[in-house]
């Protein structure tokens, strides 16, 4: 018997573009004590939630990150970095994209700037990031106090698979039940001091095993690692034991930046492969002593690919399509085992217009259509497929019966069937209607079924 892959790593959080500008400090301002930095080099990198996700991604681990971004450059930017080693469940974002900028010379951070103001908010693609963590094999909840832990919040209360939740002292308290919440040393004593935390009466600063004790009790967590920097952690159990947990070796290296996203995706990496929550912890030391020796934050290099490359989201394109007065086709189905007969519809689709979007039945709805037995391959894979189509510019999902309520968020042009359909047919021909496209059917190949190739694999098999 083959052994069980685990379920992708899900990180859901606030993710930051997060900018370095390095450079030489050799003289100081003349209207200003301050330092002169000849900037030699600028590079950028995915932060927080977006960090923790690139993190794991680098253990070989499938990672998908339910996150929220802006449509400004900011936001543009960490798009094109996430989608290089991460599926992104994008929830819409109000306001502008987060990003921390340092300058740097020779190792050291001289001066930061944050900007951007945006919140996140479920919106109309919640359901996809239902779907993420049902499949999910851990949770990764990174929490930078922007809004998308408390929009999926009630997504998060029934996990079947360990949740880690990094928290933030303006975001979200953990929900009741995670497997290991990991606050530094300062953030502890922000949730201590948390009258929904401690109702009664102030507490005054407590050791750091002591005050994780407590968070395990007013969390009602299985376990609290406050992690200590250079010295470690300490973690307490709702059993009543507790660990103090140093590095393996003294931690050498300037650069901290990241080392909580560390810590907690080597902890959530190890309790989805069936570590106890004791090895976790010692693993998630050791690990980010790792990564602060290895230079931390700034020894990240990503490559970054031009804006006019950068993958869009359907409803992107659209917008862009609307703009720019180009023809939009799309085209619906399951798209269950892809044949030769789909290219073809597609193909001829995308010859239509000039941009070409995909709509696909969720999991769910193939069942509902289908039967128990459909579909043959899971939603993730057959998107996955249709994406890798030279022919296919985006691919939207649909949890409904029909794709009515996509098709009057992407308003197409044209709207393609394949087989011997007419306008009047389609369950969904007035959603296109009431959007001003018009329906065209094209011919199938024939010989060619979805049905067919599963009855034609059961004979043999």
């Not at 930095?37 to 070989?60: D, K, Q, T």
């Not at 303006?170 to 009258?195: K, M």
């Not at 401690?198 to 050791?207: F, N």
């Not at 009047?424 to 018009?438: D, H, I, N, S, W």
Request: proline share 7%; with cysteine; glycine share 10%.
């Amino acid at each position: 018997m083959s052994a069980r892959v685990p379920g992708p790593i899900v990180v859901v959080g606030d993710s930051l573009l997060d900018v370095d500008i390095e450079g030489d400090a050799d003289r100081l301002c003349p209207d200003a004590p301050v330092p002169v930095v000849r900037g030699r080099r600028e590079s950028r990198r995915p932060g927080g939630a977006g960090l923790a996700a690139l993190l794991a991604a680098r253990e070989g681990a499938e990672v998908v990150l339910i996150t929220a971004l802006g449509e400004d450059a900011a936001g543009q930017r960490l798009r094109g970095l996430l989608s290089g080693f991460a599926e992104v469940v994008r929830l819409p974002l109000r306001g502008a994209t987060s990003r921390k900028t340092r300058i740097r010379a020779r190792g050291q951070t001289l001066l930061r700037v944050d900007t951007g103001d945006g919140r996140a908010w479920r919106g109309p693609d919640g359901g996809r990031a239902a779907r993420a963590l049902r499949d999910a094999g851990a949770v990764l909840v990174s929490d930078y106090g922007r809004g998308v832990a408390e929009a999926v919040r009630d997504l998060l209360r029934c996990p079947a698979v360990p949740v880690v939740w990094d928290p933030h002292p303006s975001g979200s308290l953990p929900v009741p039940g995670c497997s290991l919440v990991t606050p530094s040393e300062a953030e502890a004593a922000e949730l201590r001091a948390r009258p929904s935390t401690a109702p009664d009466t102030a507490r005054p600063h407590a050791a750091p095993v002591t005050a994780a004790r407590d968070l395990v009790r007013d969390l009602h967590a299985e376990a609290v690692a406050v992690t200590l920097g250079n010295r470690g952690a300490v973690l307490a159990c709702r059993t009543g034991e507790t660990l103090s947990v140093p590095p393996p070796s003294p931690v050498a290296g300037q650069d901290a930046c990241g080392a909580g996203d560390r810590f907690a995706s080597a902890a959530a990496l190890a309790l989805r492969d069936g570590a106890r929550v004791q090895d976790a912890v010692r693993t998630a030391v050791a690990e980010a002593a790792r990564y602060v020796a290895a230079g931390g934050a700034a020894a990240i290099r990503l490559p970054e690919p031009p804006l006019c490359d950068r993958p869009r989201t359907a409803t992107e394109l659209a917008a862009l399509l609307r703009s720019t007065g180009g023809t939009l086709i799309a085209t619906g189905g399951c798209f269950d085992l892809l044949h030769a007969g789909h290219v073809s519809l597609l193909r001829q689709a995308r010859a239509l217009g000039d941009a070409l979007i995909v709509c696909v039945n969720a999991d769910e709805s193939v069942r509902r259509l289908k039967g128990p037995g459909r579909p043959v391959v899971g939603e993730r894979d057959r998107v996955d497929i249709l994406r890798a189509l030279g022919c296919v510019d985006a691919v939207a999902v649909f949890t409904e019966d029909t794709p009515s309520a996509l098709i009057e968020r992407l308003r197409p042009d044209v709207w393609v069937k394949g087989g011997d359909y007419t306008g009047l047919e389609l369950p969904e021909a007035e959603a296109v209607r009431r959007c001003g496209g018009e329906i065209v059917v094209l011919p199938t190949v024939p010989g060619h079924s979805t049905t067919g190739l599963i009855a034609a694999a059961q004979e043999v098999i």
